[in-house]
């Protein structure tokens, strides 16, 4: 069984940074394409971002591009969100996924899960 722990969440004032990492064990890290999902209350859980098993492709939701950067450190089995110039509106439980194959950007493509961690943006 995958696990996958995310870190590195808390509070931040509106235009700061934060990096969240998701730490993988139980499986083989490098095989995995992983994203960055989150939920915020009352809301769907949404993509963020993708980075490939290898690092050598990422995406983003249109709301962080520009400001968030996903990567991953394959020899520590550790996916990163960086994220800057933060806003009350990326407030949300932020979750890391892995899959196996290709796919969309969806929830439903991904197969192993965190269990989140909050990050909450103050104005």
């Known amino acids: 069984q995958v696990q996958l722990v995310e870190s590195g969440g808390g509070l931040v004032q509106a235009g700061g940074s934060l990096r969240l990492s998701c730490a993988a064990s139980?499986?083989?890290?490098?095989?995995?394409?992983m994203g960055w999902f989150r939920q915020a209350p009352g809301k769907e859980r949404e993509f963020v971002a993708h980075?490939?098993?290898?690092?050598?492709?990422?995406a983003y939701a249109d709301s962080v591009k520009g400001r968030f950067t996903i990567s991953r450190d394959n020899a520590k089995n550790t996916l990163y969100l960086r994220m800057n110039s933060l806003k009350p509106e990326d407030t949300a439980v932020y979750y890391c996924?892995?899959?196996?194959?290709?796919?969309?950007?969806?929830?439903?493509?991904?197969?192993?899960w965190g269990q989140g961690t909050q990050v909450t943006v103050s104005s």
């Open positions: 139980g499986g083989t890290f490098s095989s995995y394409a």
């Open positions: 980075i490939t098993w290898s690092g050598s492709s990422t």
């Open positions: 996924a892995g899959r196996l194959y290709s796919g969309r950007f969806v929830v439903s493509e991904y197969d192993f």
